[in-house]
Nanobody
């Protein structure tokens, strides 16, 4: 019922910036908490940042001070501004409900968008 489409990834040098977008299509209400996740080769998918409907945010320690999550409920769009990127940020980035982290979201994963930080 809900399709998640991530975009905005690419190749960037260390210290550079990218802004990711996630659009929700199909009939769905905006959930209470949305989130960005990432998965590096050989690793599990980890929660990067989350945001509630009223704007409360939370970040993984690895990205605090560098990433900013935001959302536009009317446009059904989620954003992730990534600054001061590091090679260890290289991963495929996905969006979903925060509840996906607990196995409590019915939404499938989207295709994700590749972020590569390299010199």
């Amino acid at each position: 019922q809900v399709q998640l489409v991530e975009s905005g990834g690419g190749l960037v040098r260390p210290g550079g910036s990218l802004r990711l977008s996630c659009t929700l299509s199909g009939r769905s209400f905006s959930p209470y908490a949305m989130a960005w996740y990432r998965q590096a080769p050989g690793n599990q998918r980890d929660l990067v940042a989350s945001i509630t409907r009223d704007g409360n945010t939370n970040y993984a320690d690895a990205v605090k001070g560098r990433f900013t999550i935001s959302r536009d409920n009317a446009k059904k769009t989620l954003y992730l501004q990534m600054n001061s990127l590091k090679p260890e940020d290289t991963a495929v980035y996905y969006c979903n409900s925060e509840y996906k982290a607990y196995g409590a979201s019915p939404w499938d994963w989207g295709q994700g968008t590749q972020v590569t930080v390299s010199s």
